[in-house]
């Protein structure tokens, strides 16, 4: 069975950072994966904020530019998204999503394509 498993979540002020982590099980074994972190804030559209590819391509929403880092260990298994300097307006309930195909690496691919999803993790940030 897929399991993807979310950590990190949490509350911080504004200026602070978060790890998010994904640790996948259970998935098939293609020769590559397209792999995002999407956010959803209540009464908003879910967006994308991160994207990577098995070969370590990424792409980032403009807000995240500069401050999220996505990375991916296949060793592990886990897709990580490392935020820093946090504002307010990145609260949300984070996802973790991957595809079992290639990305389109100069954009995040839209969320209707993604098959597997995690729970979410809450992450709130104060002002």
């Known amino acids: 069975q897929v399991n993807l498993a979310e950590s990190g979540g949490g509350s911080v002020q504004t200026g602070g950072s978060l790890r998010l982590s994904c640790a996948a099980s259970?998935?098939?074994?293609?020769?590559?994966?397209?792999m995002a972190w999407f956010r959803q804030a209540p009464g908003k559209e879910r967006e994308g904020v991160a994207q990577?590819?098995?070969?370590?391509?990424?792409t980032y929403a403009g807000s995240a530019k500069g401050r999220f880092t996505i990375s991916y260990d296949s060793a592990r298994n886990t897709l990580d998204l490392q935020m820093t300097s946090l504002r307010p307006e990145d609260t949300a309930q984070y996802y973790c999503?991957?595809?079992?195909?290639?990305?389109?690496?100069?954009?995040?691919?839209?969320?209707?394509?993604?098959?597997?999803w995690g729970q979410g993790t809450q992450v709130t940030v104060s002002s």
């Open positions: 999503a991957i595809r079992t195909a290639s990305c389109i690496s100069s954009y995040i691919v839209r969320s209707s394509f993604f098959t597997y």
């Open positions: 259970g998935l098939p074994a293609p020769d590559y994966y397209c």
């Open positions: 990577i590819t098995t070969g370590g391509t990424t």
